[in-house]
């Protein structure tokens, strides 16, 4: 009986060490198990760490690029690289994190504060005082047949502009708008003798329903995208498509067709002083159409206008046709370089070409208008040279064909100018630089004008 508890007591004693190592191996194992889970949720929270510090440098990338393409101007402005074309009439943009709801809108607030140091020389007699060139370049004004008066310089802030934009869904429908104005008005509203004073000026008024737009905008005739970025306000007048006026358009996809404010200008017979007609009838038709593609963008659009002057007085009552074409394109060169071009010719459509260079037709001695050819453009290289800084080569030039017998020879032939920049962004929104330029008006009885410019700006968007 004795053995038997001996050999009980023994197997107990086994049982409670083979219990004890297996509780032990268990709790090992727990122990290693626990300290696997808390390596594996370390290194979660380090990748959520991480992931949210690179979606912080992401959005502000974001942010900075919308606030940039916001702050570019449409001459240049371009300071930043528009966005190929949407499948609907563009609304007005909002920025990420930017703006106030009022009602089903997002409404924002933006603009630009810009400052030029202009040193002009003209070759044959200086522009009068309030004269528009001496605040950009504009060919049709530079002078002719006068003598050199040495180098002017003008500090001028007219450029600073301003705009509101209003976005959202109303009833199921994209809504947008656009309200945009500068102080670069008519000359002679402003002064520099005391205080600089400078008169509001209407750029754009729109407003965009689905695929409708309503309003005072850019033409269609004309592809923002192209426009090269210069520190004057326009840039290559002679060859650009400078027209913004009240409109109706419709855009599907890459196709843009629209009715525009219809306006004729007029050569008097054997020259004078240009005659504003406004007895125009039937709107200005034009109709787009752009292709993008990862190598760039290309346009073609069209215009078909009718050219009317009456004046009863002198019993004038006369139309004619007018029409236009232009090729426009950005083409991609490397990683960050860009050629861009305009290129457009056609009749009766110098109210479109180069602020209006040429009229759009001319008297003849019985009274019947006859439209005014012309042939314009632009090519312009854009290069990078490092984060921040990069510049423009930019060449242009119109041509004009006058029927001299009816305009005489007084009139402009032909416009050129060359111009090369170097603008520096040190930091988000805030761009200086410097820009020198050669420009030069040909007329038909071969007399000329130049002038040689040279900017110097500092602009900080907002």
Do not use: C
């Amino acid at each position: 009986m004795a053995q038997h508890r001996l050999w009980g007591g023994v197997a107990f004693a086994a049982l409670l060490v083979a219990t004890s190592a297996s509780a032990q191996d268990k709790s090992a194992a727990l122990e290693a198990r626990i300290a696997q889970l808390e390596a594996e949720l370390n290194a979660l929270k380090a990748a959520v760490r991480e992931n949210q510090s690179n979606q912080q440098v992401r959005t502000q990338a974001l942010a900075d690029d919308i606030s940039r393409i916001q702050q570019a101007p449409p001459a240049p402005v371009m300071a930043a690289a528009p966005a190929p074309a949407p499948a609907t009439a563009p609304a007005a943009p909002s920025a990420a994190g930017k703006g106030f709801r009022v009602g089903d809108l997002t409404l924002n607030f933006g603009g630009f504060i810009k400052t030029d140091a202009k040193i002009s020389n003209y070759g044959d007699g200086a522009p009068g005082a309030g004269d528009t060139l001496q605040d950009f370049y504009l060919p049709g004004s530079i002078p002719v047949g006068g003598r050199s008066e040495g180098t002017d310089t003008d500090f001028s802030a007219r450029q600073t502009r301003f705009w509101l934009t209003a976005d959202g869904n109303v009833s199921g429908h994209k809504v947008g708008a656009r309200l945009e104005m500068d102080f670069q008005a008519l000359p002679g509203t402003g002064d520099q003798r005391t205080t600089n004073p400078s008169t509001p000026a209407l750029r754009r008024a729109f407003v965009t329903i689905d695929n409708w737009l309503v309003g005072q905008e850019w033409t269609t005739f004309v592809n923002l995208n192209t426009m090269p970025e210069t520190a004057d306000y326009v840039g290559p007048v002679e060859g650009s498509l400078i027209v913004r006026q009240p409109q109706v358009r419709y855009t599907r996809g890459p196709f843009a067709i629209a009715v525009e404010n219809p306006e004729t200008t007029v050569t008097p017979f054997r020259g004078g002083a240009r005659i504003v007609a406004d007895d125009n009838l039937m709107p200005d038709i034009v109709a787009r159409y752009l292709v993008t593609r990862p190598w760039g963008e290309f346009q073609v659009s069209g215009l078909v206008r009718q050219l009317t002057y009456e004046d009863v007085p002198l019993n004038i009552d006369s139309s004619v046709m007018g029409w236009g074409l232009s090729a426009t394109g950005k083409f991609k060169v490397g990683e960050q370089d860009d050629v861009r071009f305009v290129l457009t010719g056609g009749e009766g459509i110098g109210r479109y070409v180069g602020l209006n260079l040429s009229n759009d037709a001319v008297l003849d001695a019985s009274g019947k208008l006859e439209a005014i050819g012309v042939i314009g453009g632009y090519a312009a290289y854009r290069h990078v040279w490092a984060p921040g800084w990069r510049s423009s080569l930019i060449a242009a030039h119109q041509s004009i064909d006058n029927p001299t017998s009816l305009t005489g020879l007084g009139v402009t032939k032909s416009a050129t100018s060359v111009r090369g920049n170097l603008i520096y962004t040190p930091l988000a929104g805030l761009d200086v630089g410097a820009e020198l330029m050669f420009g030069e008006r040909k007329l038909e009885n071969n007399l000329s004008g130049d002038m040689t410019r040279l900017i110097l700006f500092a602009k900080y968007g907002f």
